[in-house]
């Protein structure tokens, strides 16, 4: 057992440098080791791997207790150590140790095994209609990862209802049938067959975003045609190849578009069509030990949120690929403003008048039975996941985000001038929200500590404007970098007062998933993907870093990767092929050698879901309680393909682990040293940094005085809160 949890890949010389030491006592498994902490705080030192030379000494920071893992903590702060090396951590007197890890420069680079490489090279081997083919993957064993593609005619019937459950392939592909499309290509939106515009869109966006940050900050050679950072069969066609990725799941959303000719959804031309999926739930092909014939594929009814996130990441392509194509960037722009349009012309809000769902026996709302909605239910999830929404007022700010930007940079002035008083009529334009509260099927719907996920866009709008600054008013561009460095702060905050580093906390506030349990559990604890949230969070820190240059933000996006990377109350790495104990068997229906050997294990560069609170699968065997209040969330987690609700993948996951790795590689190594960096006050006696004077500004200091451990404040809200100077 490992006590001293560390980042098993390593550190960078000039960033923080941070371990846990904890307890163990989380742990609700039979027969675990634990340990007491006795002290308040523990003598540690730092060990050269290849000489047993003690090279650093330290003492830990005072113990408390952790909610979210349910352990007793010290963190072991070694940042002032800046030496390249291979180390260890041990505490003096105990036989508490932690595993090896390098500190260099090149931590995320080796170029043998470069993380980057790896992650971006799950959405080539999720690719559908195509052969995957041996020398395009990048890691594993490529031989047997190589496999024949699915898909490769995906004609689907057009559905003429929401209909979550069909009696008989006949109905999915007769009764309800409207027409047929043809929608090759595009990603799998994880291990099964579904195909997803919203988190497609999600993840197109995260990705052309990560390459248009480097872009704008010239540090986007990386990603030239040949450069072999990203590997694709589009290669040698001076194109940037991330560029040439992200178009093969584009090129498939801009399948998805209603005909006038359509039948039954005719009158909705320009919308988009939500999704592609099997009509039963149907193992990934190949799979030698199941017998079936493959399922009928569906196309599930136009909506509002598909057509939107088609337009952002259209207009956000147009930009990124009028260098290289110019009648491809036009036909993007054309087509996000035709989008965008047919948005405005169908658009009515979102019904949430209280019924009584007639299977569940439980209040919901009435857009939720509507057969034609042009919104997605919650309650579909036979076959593929049912990513429903019930508000896409920030869908359509962050489409007329894309389309102002792209516009103002590709000359076309009245359009942008049109575009950016579209955006201006957002109730939350120019800001990024800290507090997201996700509906789910149920009456209690869960508070997240998060920015932006696949249903809450607003932030993916403001983040555009961020990177495209120069095209607003001083004061507007203000606005903007003053909310991304407030919720830069709020993460950093929390994640100081986490035990094991991680920018994302447990709420108070639970939730009703009918999908999964009965309507009359209330889930309490992390959220399906917590991994993703977290990164996601640090994604909004190192857009805070290249605001203020201040180390605080670099930090804390490192900080967000020690986690993934053992970091954590298991001291486990979340990422495949990286760290001496980690993942081996996500849940994915082609990387499946857990339950059949004949298949592959997964390749290199994957990020699992992690602790997840949704107990509705193996989890519950290992004794988590789905009824319980008091699970430690960050242990809801087992290596294993059958608890898909921890261990599964995604392409909304993998992409913001790109974003993060993309991220630190431009800048980590760079960094000469930031560690006695003045940060300045902003505005004096703003403890909480919410930008006004206040009560709970008192109330943050008093805290901070009194548990600095638990109410720490963040770097700038102590230099804001000495205001005497001493």
């Known amino acids: 057992v490992n006590y001293i949890s560390v980042n098993q890949v390593g550190y960078y010389p000039n960033l923080a440098k941070v371990a846990t030491l904890g307890d163990n006592d989380g742990d609700i498994l039979y027969g675990a080791d634990k340990i007491t902490l006795s002290k308040d705080t523990y003598d540690f030192e730092l060990v050269d791997a290849s000489s047993g030379k003690v090279v650093y ?16 903590v010290c963190k072991l702060d070694f940042s002032d150590f800046k030496e390249q090396g291979r180390f260890y951590l041990r505490i003096k007197g105990e036989s508490w140790r932690s595993m090896e890890f390098d500190i260099n420069d090149h931590i995320y680079t080796d170029k043998s095994h470069n993380m980057l490489t790896n992650a971006l090279n799950y959405f080539y081997q999720n690719r559908s209609g195509i052969d995957i083919e041996e020398k ?20 689907a019937a057009v559905q003429k209802i929401w209909k979550n459950e069909y009696a008989s392939e006949t109905e999915a592909t007769g009764t309800y049938a409207s027409s047929k499309i043809t929608a090759n290509g595009g990603w799998y939106d994880a291990g099964d067959h579904g195909k997803y515009v919203v988190n497609g869109g999600i993840a197109v966006w995260t990705l052309q975003n990560m390459y248009e940050r480097s872009l704008l900050n010239e540090k986007a050679a990386k990603f030239d045609d040949g450069s072999g950072l990203v590997v694709v069969p589009e290669n040698k066609n001076d194109v940037p190849e991330i560029l040439d990725e992200v178009a093969y799941e584009l090129d498939w959303m801009a399948k998805m578009k209603v005909q006038s000719d359509e039948p039954t959804w005719g009158e909705y031309a320009g919308l988009y069509y939500h999704m592609v999926q099997d009509s039963v739930a149907q193992p990934l092909y190949p799979q030698p030990d199941y017998e079936c014939e493959p399922a ?6 136009p909506t509002f949120a598909a057509t939107l996130n088609y337009a952002a990441c259209a207009a956000q392509a147009a930009r990124l690929w009028a260098p290289y194509d110019a009648e491809k960037a036009a036909n993007y722009l054309n087509s996000a403003v035709e989008a965008y349009e047919a948005y405005q012309k169908h658009y009515y809000e979102y019904d949430d008048a209280h019924e009584i769902h007639p299977e569940y026996q439980m209040s919901t709302t009435a857009e939720e039975l509507r057969e034609d909605s042009l919104y997605a239910p919650m309650m579909h999830y036979k076959g593929g996941e049912a990513y429903g929404d019930n508000n896409v007022t920030d ?36 800001k990024i929200p800290t507090e997201i509260i996700e509906p789910y099927p149920g009456m209690l719907h ?7 996920n696949w249903r809450d866009t607003g932030a993916a709008g403001t983040l555009t404007l961020a990177l495209n600054s120069d095209l607003l008013p001083d004061y507007t561009a203000k606005d903007v970098n ?30 009703n998933d009918p999908n999964g349990l009965s309507p009359h559990i209330e889930i309490k604890g992390y959220r399906k993907g917590s991994n993703a949230i977290a990164l996601n969070n640090a994604l909004i820190m190192a857009y805070a870093y290249d605001i203020t240059d201040k180390a605080g933000y670099i930090n804390g996006a490192a900080q967000t990767m020690d986690y993934m990377l053992g970091n954590n109350p298991l001291s486990f790495s979340y990422i495949t092929g990286y760290g001496n104990y980690g993942v081996q068997n996500p849940h994915h229906k082609y990387w499946l050698n857990e339950i059949y050997h004949t298949l592959p294990m997964a390749p290199d560069g994957i990020l699992v879901g992690g602790a997840s609170g949704e107990l509705t699968d193996y989890l519950r065997h290992l004794g988590f309680d789905p009824h319980a209040y008091d699970n430690p969330s960050q242990r809801c987690y087992a290596d294993s393909w059958e608890a898909y609700s921890a261990n599964g993948t995604n392409l909304e996951w993998n992409a913001p682990l790109a974003w993060v790795l993309s991220f630190v590689q431009d800048e980590a190594a760079d960094v000469v040293d930031l560690g006695n960096e003045e940060t300045k006050a902003t505005l004096y006696g703003d403890a909480n940094n919410d930008g006004v004077l206040s009560i709970a500004d008192a109330t943050a200091v008093f805290q901070a005085l009194g548990n600095s451990d638990k109410y720490a404040l963040s770097e700038q809200g102590v230099a804001n809160a000495d205001v005497d100077g001493n």
């Open 136 to 155: 395009y993957i990048t890691s594993g064993d490529t031989s047997t990862l190589a496999h024949e593609g699915g898909h490769k005619k995906d004609t």
């Open 57 to 72: 000494e330290g003492t830990s920071g005072k113990k408390f207790y952790d909610k979210d893992s349910d352990d007793n």
């Open 446 to 452: 869960q508070e997240v500590n998060s920015s932006l």
């Open 296 to 301: 009928a594929r569906v196309v599930k009814p």
């Open 482 to 511: 003053d909310a991304i460095v407030a919720a830069a702060d709020k993460y950093i905050k929390i994640q100081q007062n986490q035990g094991y580093g991680i920018p994302y906390e447990i709420t108070d506030k639970g939730y």
């Open 395 to 430: 869908e359509a700010y962050w489409a007329a985000c894309e389309i102002f930007v792209s516009a103002s940079r590709m000359d076309a002035g009245k359009l942008a001038h049109k575009y950016l008083s579209e955006l201006a009529k957002y109730k939350n334009a120019f």
